[in-house]
């Protein structure tokens, strides 16, 4: 299979509109060893022709303009998007759906409880009813499998995760299973295995399993510590408190990352406070050190 980074920035992007944070600054400045990021999605393929996309980012239309394989290639109108998976109801994961209107109705594979923040708290669906329209498929929180006709030759296993529904959300403070999911990608004629989840909260039993029966990562890197938004007083958020486990320190993702075996390990959702953007950063030697990569758009993993 191939996997296409078509953004790999969490919300905002870097850098983002309003922000003049560090690294913001810096590489407006081009003072910094870095490359600017778009918002948080992939696409998946295994004949590089029909894709799948995971999350239709706000930056969608200057992601497909970059990748030719996704472009359309017969008649007046067509895509090579075939079908559309969302992980969760975010802004930075859904508002690409609006960027869609013009094509064909759109088959969109997520929760149950993500469809209910899109036709309520952010009422994409609804919207869309009056352009393409949607046609929803619901998708298990269990880890149990299911295919994607369009999509051949993959199987997908989708978990619940403890992460947090948007602030929109009716259930942002009210959590249910399925605001959240992780999702194993399977290629089954060849067995290869991706795990995909760019948010990423805590690291229960069934994660970690995740992580250690697959050949690649791509996780949640939004973060190098809890407190970094409110350091850079930019925010009261901390990154546990979000859904996003930090990198550094106890129990973070790069000590829950030294303990998974031979999988490719790739942070990807990275946030612009981040100091792992700067190629050049002390941070970002650690994560070399440790054998692990940070995605950046255009990326393409061939498994
Ligand atoms: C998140 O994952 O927490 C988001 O990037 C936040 C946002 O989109 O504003
Ligand atoms: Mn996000
Ligand atoms: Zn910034």
Redesign the pocket.
């Known amino acids: 299979m191939k996997i296409r980074v078509l953004g790999s920035g969490?919300?905002?992007g870097f850098p983002q509109w309003n922000c003049n944070c560090h690294n913001c600054h810096r590489i407006r400045r081009g003072e910094m060893n870095g490359t600017p990021r778009t918002q948080?999605s992939i696409a998946v393929s295994t004949d590089n022709k029909n894709w799948l996309l995971f999350n239709a980012s706000p930056d969608i239309r200057a992601q497909l303009e970059a990748f030719p394989a996704m472009q359309p290639q017969n008649g007046i109108r067509d895509t090579g998007i075939k079908a559309v998976l969302l992980i969760d109801s975010?802004?930075?994961h859904t508002t690409g759906l609006l960027m869609l209107r013009e094509g064909k109705p759109l088959d969109i594979y997520c929760t149950e409880m993500v469809k209910q923040d899109l036709t309520s708290g952010f009422p994409l669906f609804t919207m869309l009813k009056d352009y393409c329209t949607v046609n929803h498929h619901a998708i298990p929180v269990d880890g149990s499998s299911f295919e994607i006709p369009a999509i051949a030759d993959l199987r997908f296993y989708t978990q619940a995760l403890k992460s947090?529904a948007?602030p929109y959300s009716p259930h942002r403070h009210d959590p249910h299973d399925g605001d959240n999911i992780g999702v194993i990608i399977e290629q089954i004629s060849t067995g290869k295995k991706v795990f995909y989840s760019?948010?990423l909260g805590e690291i229960e039993p069934h994660v970690m399993d995740a992580l250690q029966n697959v050949d690649c990562l791509l996780v949640d890197g939004?973060f190098w510590t809890d407190d970094e938004m409110v350091t850079q007083n930019i925010s009261h958020k901390h990154a546990r408190e979000?859904?996003?486990l930090p990198q550094s320190g106890a129990g973070g993702m790069i000590e829950v990352l030294n303990k998974v075996g031979n999988a490719r390990k790739i942070l990807i959702?990275i946030?612009n406070t981040n100091p792992i953007l700067d190629n050049d950063s002390p941070e970002r030697k650690i994560l070399d050190d440790a054998g692990i990569e940070v995605a950046y758009d255009g990326l393409e993993i061939d498994l």
Do not use: E, L, R, V
């Open positions: 969490a919300g905002g948080s975010q802004i930075d947090k948007p760019p948010g939004t979000i859904g996003h959702h946030n």
